[in-house]
């Protein structure tokens, strides 16, 4: 199971979001939930960095399938909506293929 955290500010912004896991919809290869996650948050990621330029820390380890992305700065409205997008797209996928193979948690953080 892919297990993605949002840390969120009362006001919803994201921002921290945290990826473990692997779905185990299918074998490693053949997953398309495992790819459809990954192409969602490497997408995000890109475009924060590319389309809004705000500052962020990733922290990635590849052999736990842990990556750790958090803002080191208040997010623009850009990357908000484009936060905002990510959790909308993980939601979809979760509800489409179920929450054994993706769960998605928020906690609130001041």
């Known amino acids: ?10 006001d919803n912004t994201t921002m921290r979001c945290i990826f473990e896991g692997h779905a185990g919809y ?11 996650v990954s192409i969602l948050y490497i997408n995000t990621v890109n475009s924060i960095e590319k389309l809004t330029g705000d500052p962020y820390r990733l922290d990635a380890e590849d052999s736990k399938n842990r990556y750790d992305f958090s803002f080191t700065e208040e997010p623009t409205n850009a990357a908000r909506l ?3 997008s990510l959790l909308l797209g993980l939601t979809t996928i979760s509800d489409q293929y179920g929450s054994e193979y993706l769960k998605i948690t928020l906690k609130e953080v001041q």
């Open 1 to 10: 199971m892919i297990k993605v955290t949002f840390y969120q500010r009362p």
């Open 26 to 36: 299918d074998d490693s290869g053949e997953d398309i939930v495992c790819s459809a």
């Open 82 to 84: 484009l936060m905002d």
